[in-house]
Nanobody, 121 residues
Framework: QVQLVESGGGLVQAGGSLRLSCAASGSIFSINTMGWYRQAPGNERELVAAISSGGSTKYADFVKGRFTISRDNAKNTVYLQMNSLKPEDTAVYYC???????????????WGQGTQVTVSS
């Protein structure tokens, strides 16, 4: 019902930057919160940043001041600008959207397939 397609991952040296994008498509009536999570090998998936439809943002402490989340509501797209990357930022980054689809009266969470971010030292 809702498909999330991420792009922008890759390999970068420490101190470098990457910009992730995630476009939502499908039978979408509205999207509430969109966010980015990450999961490193052996670790649980953790919140990186989230943004409401009104633009309110929330960041994990470990990315504050380095990452910026934004969204384009007209395009159902969320972005994550990642600066000053560190080797410990290496993980698979997943997009998440809390959306209401046509024919439903409740919001549900949807996930993208993930994009690998690798930061070399």
């Amino acid at each position: 019902q809702v498909q999330l397609v991420e792009s922008g991952g890759g390999l970068v040296q420490a101190g470098g930057s990457l910009r992730l994008s995630c476009a939502a498509s499908g039978s979408i009536f509205s999207i509430n919160t969109m966010g980015w999570y990450r999961q490193a090998p052996g670790n649980e998936r953790e919140l990186v940043a989230a943004i409401s439809s009104g633009g309110s943002t929330k960041y994990a402490d470990f990315v504050k001041g380095r990452f910026t989340i934004s969204r384009d509501n007209a395009k159902n797209t969320v972005y994550l600008q990642m600066n000053s990357l560190k080797p410990e930022d290496t993980a698979v980054y997943y997009c998440n959207a809390y959306a209401l689809v046509y024919g439903s009266n409740t919001y549900s969470g949807y996930w993208g397939q993930g994009t690998q971010v690798t930061v070399s030292s």
